[in-house]
């Protein structure tokens, strides 16, 4: 069973209809002993950085707790942006710390927000990205990214005028800027590698 986050956060109902489409059991809860049987958990969002710390509230802990005993995690977009230490959207505000790096502003001279397909190069070293080939597109809605400052952590890059990281994994962490649930047969890709590596981490 996979656990998408519930915390009254735009995009967590279109997330569990992605995986239910391709035939995963995912559950929408903010129940702690749901998030803890899991064997993987997501947590998504579309909202402004403070927001969602604010709206995840308590559950950041037992987030960050089940996450670091090995659970599998997915952020995506805003979710993927808590994963880090800080950000400076509208003021300074904490993440989960669970990657080394700080959330800042798309720079001048770029269209903003950063909407639309783009496309990303795909590290063969990256679990998401099994058996995509070496760079696809997905869909992103964004005005700040990660500065991903965490040497344990592989990034995938898209050129936005600059190398902008679209995804990371570090150990059993995994994120995505973009979103899969909007990205069409590709997209659905990533979710169903997501699920594999849930499954091989908690085989029956």
């Not at 035939?23 to 899991?38: F, I, M, R, T």
């Not at 509230?57 to 805003?78: F, R």
Request: overall charge negative.
């Amino acid at each position: 069973m996979i656990v998408v986050i519930d915390y009254n956060i735009g995009n967590v109902k279109s997330v569990c209809n992605a995986f239910r489409h391709i035939g995963c059991e995912v559950e929408l809860s903010c129940e702690p002993q749901a998030v803890k049987d899991a064997d993987g958990i997501v947590l998504p969002g579309v909202a402004a950085f403070g927001y969602a710390v604010r709206a995840l509230g308590s559950l950041a802990e037992l987030v960050k707790e089940v996450t670091l005993s090995g659970k599998p995690l997915l952020g995506i977009c805003v979710g993927y942006q808590m994963l880090f230490d800080k950000s400076s959207e509208y003021g300074q505000h904490n993440g989960l710390g669970l990657v080394r790096g700080n959330v800042v502003p798309i720079p001048p001279g770029r269209v903003i927000p950063h909407m639309g397909w783009n496309l990303v190069k795909l590290p063969e070293d990256m679990d998401l990205f099994a058996g995509l080939g070496s760079e696809k597109h997905f869909y992103f809605a964004h005005s700040f990214y990660a500065e991903v400052a965490d040497s344990q952590a592989r990034v995938a890059f898209t050129d936005y005028g600059f190398d902008l990281p679209a995804s990371v994994q570090k150990a059993n962490i995994y994120g995505t800027q973009f979103h899969p649930e909007k990205s069409g047969e590709t997209g659905l890709k990533i979710l169903e590698n997501f699920a594999q590596i849930c499954r091989q981490k908690n085989p029956t």
